[in-house]
């Protein structure tokens, strides 16, 4: 089956915005978003809220978020608040 | 969730899952920061605590009503400037000490959410102090203030929150529950998200804390005992415990609750308390004291005393004291519960004792330490070192505070250079897991990178080895006043004892000590020590073969060392540089042992091995020292020309045996490997030639050479499994080692170099070699063959041809043992064999099963090794 995916690239100086705008697209299309962290070295507090928002966003609609190129450090961060099981992981 | 934490509604407990994911949030972003980050957030917290120093001592005072406001000022400045002066250049972050010369680097992991139970005595100095403490190792901490001391805690945890934030901190580093329950904090203890438990309190916090099954720092009531020895600087203690008992008005744990005075001083020491401004109280007033002040139902103190002036406390009871009074002191003659004031304290109120002697000193303050106190603080005033040795030896505390006040003291930094803490650990005593002061390294998970290092290794042969055709000449350079030979009385009989006296100098005094041939025995070493010492020898040359200078070499070592335990030196070892038993060093008499071989297969005139025969409990003694090795060896080969046939290919055998087994050994070096690998060209080149034509000089002399430079391989890599079997199956059926081991070899060769079902750790090898080694030797010996397999499988087939040549029997069976006798014998073979001192250094790890399946093979005999190695 065909699916839609939508690609963003989150830039490290608007990570929350970018995580927003990926919820605002789940929420309006079926599809499957996924997210470019190639250039994100860390995220804070809002921007893991954000995730969370996003993570339970794709649950309720059954879609999936793929990270691309998560850092090591951020990857870990997510392990920390169990929400790395929660999205899928691009190299 | 316990009974506890069941009464919580569900908003609260939505509440604290807040706070509990905020932190969680935190710690995990925190996780993220560098060193140079941290170190900019802590600095101005730091001087935000300074700063603040008085307007938080005033909020505690005014809410809780208990100390003294400057005090409680300079508690906070301490619990900032203090522990910053001490954590400012301390790396917290990634790698945070390194050892490289024992390959060690400690790396830090954060801990995550830590919960945290501040005290009503020093709220808000402890909150300064683990907010300090957490953002330096990156935790996020959620607080829970005693609840009478919950404005003023909140206050600090703010002003600390906002400078952290300010500074990049990241948000919910710090929460603090409102209004805090014991439901709240039973909660919090079993919250999945919490790691770590910091509790500052009363007995009933730590015990919570210790109870919820979560690691806990927890911290709690002590009861110092000061000794005042009648040596120490009088006026200096009295100020240092007047100074510590009356700080923030006694609140302080640590401070001291019952001072012990040496009778010689007492009357001097009160009139000085006395003339400071202390009430010294007589027994009625002690007596009013302890009633009033202790709760005789639960023997605790009372909490309206705690935190309050003298003079009030005076009031309260109503007790006349001067109104300069700081101090009450009230005398006490005993330490327990009939005695109320011999406990904990935390007011300006201490109990004194009149000691008569240092003994009844020490037991009082014993007693207190235990009354409460085990684990916490102590404190000794004297100059006599012996005292504050025996004190610190008695007393169970973290801290032992020496001539300086206890509670400031023990804080650590100020009097002495312990380690600044408003977080005083009590080890078991006190039900806690450290005696440290609670310090950084406790909010952190230390990781020890321990990278692979190799140990040095060693070649340890004897000083001189002299060999070839009359190298027994050499004698003539060893001045001796008064020799002993030891020999046997074969070897004494066909002259070989004439030609060593007719080599040794002019003058020598000699005499011949005649030993039996076999192993050597408990009294055969004892007679020959006895010569030794009756004749004063200063030399003893051993003129046999490995039974005979075995036992010259433990007549050397009791000689020498007549108070060395052969028991404890023959206990087993797995690593020689770190046996349990140390063979001595320190030398009664001087002692030259020359050892002259006449067999050429032990190797024993070069190696530190000596086996003793202990007879009465049916066992041998194996001793292994390099002091053993004898000083000068001579390998001479006219003393093997006369060799039998059967004892040439026996002791050949044992030398091949040796060779192979130093070379596959996990202990083989570059240095053994050269002996190893030479041996063994040796012995396949002139081992058939010695045993087929006895006469043949070259062949003798090349093998009595192998077997030496077999035995410098094997005295510094040791054997392996082939050894441990041969020693278990000779022992019990009687067979010479020699033979018993011809039985074993190439089955044991093809063992080793499959591979192995478990692998013998050896950190001096890169890779499991052994096939590798024995394909080296099949190449050195010229055998063929394309693969490692191949060679090996040529090796086992060149083993087995130098055997038949040597016409030794080549299956167990052959030896007339039945298979149900030998069936019988197996289980003990192997545990015998699992317990000989020889295949911990075998390539391959033997199972038990194992071990019995080589001597089934062993049995079999010819036709089973080489099935082994083609399935190999």
């Known amino acids: 089956m065909a699916t839609n995916s939508l690609s963003f690239k989150v830039s490290p100086e608007g990570v929350v915005p970018g995580l927003k705008e990926a919820l605002a697209k789940l929420n309006g299309a079926q599809c499957e978003v996924v997210l470019d962290f190639s250039s994100v070295l860390r995220i804070g507090p809002k921007a893991l809220r954000a995730m969370e928002s996003l993570a339970s966003a794709a649950d309720e609609k059954a879609s999936k978020v793929v990270l691309r190129g998560v850092n090591v450090s951020v990857y870990r961060v997510l392990k920390l608040m169990q929400l790395a099981r929660r999205f899928s992981f691009l190299t | 969730m316990t009974q506890e934490a069941a009464s919580l509604s569900e908003e609260r407990i939505a509440y604290l899952e807040r706070l509990v994911h905020q932190a969680k949030t935190a710690a995990a972003v925190f996780t993220q920061y560098t060193q140079e980050e941290v170190d900019r957030i802590v600095k101005p917290m730091v001087s935000a605590a300074m700063e603040q120093a008085q307007y938080l001592a005033r909020l505690a005072i005014e809410e809780t009503k208990l100390g003294v406001l400057e005090d409680k000022a300079i508690k906070n400045m301490v619990a900032a400037e203090f522990v910053y002066n001490y954590v400012k250049d301390k790396p917290t972050v990634g790698v945070i000490r390194e050892f490289p010369e024992r390959g060690l680097v400690e790396v830090a992991e954060p801990i995550g959410v830590i919960f945290s139970l501040t005290p009503i005595t020093n709220p808000t100095a402890t909150v300064i102090f683990k907010c300090i403490m957490a953002i330096k190792t990156r935790n996020a901490m959620v607080f829970s203030p005693h609840p009478k001391a919950w404005h003023c805690c909140h206050e600090a945890v703010r002003i600390m929150a906002e400078t952290a934030l300010k500074h990049g901190a990241p948000e919910g580093v710090f929460t603090c529950v409102e209004s805090s329950t014991l439901a709240d904090n039973a909660y919090l203890m079993h919250h999945k998200d919490v790691r770590l438990i910091d509790a500052t309190g009363g007995p009933g916090v730590v015990k919570a804390a210790y109870s919820s099954g979560k690691p806990a720092l927890g911290v709690g009531a002590g009861n110092t005992p000061v000794y005042l020895e009648k040596t120490a600087d009088l006026d200096m203690a009295v100020v240092d415990i007047i100074t510590s008992k009356t700080f923030d008005n006694g609140t302080i744990c640590a401070s001291e609750q019952t001072v012990v005075i040496d009778d010689e001083i007492y009357d001097r020491v009160l009139k000085k308390f006395a003339e400071l401004g202390t009430h010294i109280c007589n027994e009625k007033e002690a007596e009013l004291l302890g009633r009033t002040l202790i709760d005789p139902e639960t023997g605790f103190q009372r909490p309206m005393a705690v935190g309050q002036k003298a003079v009030d406390i005076a009031r309260a009871v109503g007790l006349a004291v001067k109104p300069d009074t700081k101090l009450l002191m009230a005398p006490i003659h005993g330490v327990g519960r009939e005695h109320p004031l011999s406990v904990e304290k935390l007011f300006p109120l201490l109990a004194v004792y009149r000691a008569k002697s240092v003994d009844e000193a020490l037991k009082v303050c014993v007693d207190v330490n235990h009354l409460g106190g085990l684990g916490h603080t102590a404190v000794v005033f004297s100059r006599n070192d012996e005292v504050i040795r025996k004190f610190s030896e008695v007393i169970n505390a973290g801290r032992i505070i020496v001539n300086s006040p206890g509670s400031i003291g023990a804080i650590g930094g100020i009097y002495n250079d312990m380690v600044p803490t408003l977080s005083f650990g009590c080890g078991t005593g006190g039900g806690n897991s450290t005696t440290d002061n609670v310090n950084v390294y406790h909010y952190l998970n230390i990781k020890r990178v321990a990278r692979r290092t190799q140990a040095p290794m060693w070649f340890r042969v004897p000083n001189q080895i002299y060999f070839n055709m009359n190298a027994v000449q050499n004698l003539r350079q060893f001045p001796s006043r008064s020799t002993i030979i030891v020999t046997n009385p074969v070897l ?21 000590t005649v030993i039996p041939e076999a192993e050597p025995e408990m009294k055969v070493v004892m007679q020959g020590l006895e010569a030794l010492q009756f004749y004063k020898a200063d030399q003893i040359i051993a003129l046999g073969g490995g039974s005979v200078i075995d036992a010259a070499k433990i007549m050397k070592l009791k000689y020498e060392s007549p108070e060395a335990d052969l028991d404890e030196l023959g206990a087993p070892f797995l690593d020689i540089r770190k046996r349990v038993f140390q063979y001595p060093v320190e030398k009664t008499n001087r002692l030259r042992l020359i050892a002259i071989s006449t067999t050429s297969g032990t190797g024993s005139e070069v190696s530190p091995f000596a086996v003793l025969l202990d007879k009465e409990r049916g066992r041998k003694i194996t001793l292994a020292d390099y002091s053993l090795s004898p000083d000068v060896a001579i390998v001479d080969p006219q003393f093997v020309l006369s060799m039998p046939k059967g004892l040439t290919a026996d002791t050949g055998i044992d030398c091949l045996t040796h060779a192979l087994e130093a070379g596959v050994s996990v202990y083989a070096s570059p240095y053994t490997d050269a002996n190893a690998m030479q041996a063994i060209r040796l012995v396949f080149k002139y081992l058939p030639i010695a045993y087929e034509h006895p006469g043949d000089e070259e062949a003798r002399t090349m093998m009595h050479n192998a077997a030496c430079i077999a035995a410098l391989a094997f005295s510094n890599a040791s054997v392996g499994v082939n050894h441990a079997l041969a020693h278990a199956f000779g022992a019990r059926f009687g067979i010479a080692h020699g033979r018993a081991n011809a039985l074993m070899l190439p ?39 394309d693969t490692i397999a191949e060679k090996v499988k040529n090796l086992v087939a060149a083993t087995e041809q130098l055997l038949d040549r040597l016409e030794v029997p080549r299956s167990i069976a052959e030896l007339g043992i039945s298979k149900e006798e030998f069936e019988r014998a197996v289980p003990d073979l192997v545990k015998i064999a699992f317990d000989d001192p020889s295949w911990p250094t075998n390539p391959r790890m033997p199972l038990l099963s194992e071990l019995a399946d080589l001597f089934w093979e062993a049995y079999r005999g010819r036709g089973t090794a080489k099935a082994a190695t083609k399935a190999a």
């Not at chain 2, 004494?492 to 011949?512: A, C, F, K, S, Y």
């Not at chain 2, 060769?749 to 750790?761: C, E, L, R, S």
């Open chain 2, 747 to 785: 089955h044991v060769i093809a063992y080793n170099a499959a591979v192995p079902t478990k692998f013998m750790p050896s950190p001096h090898q890169r890779a499991y070699t052994a096939h590798k080694k024995y394909a080296m030797m099949a190449d050195l010996l010229g055998l063929g063959g």
């Open chain 2, 492 to 512: 004494e009989q066909i002259g070989h004892v004439d030609v060593v006296r007719r080599n040794l100098p002019p003058q020598t005094m000699v005499h011949v």
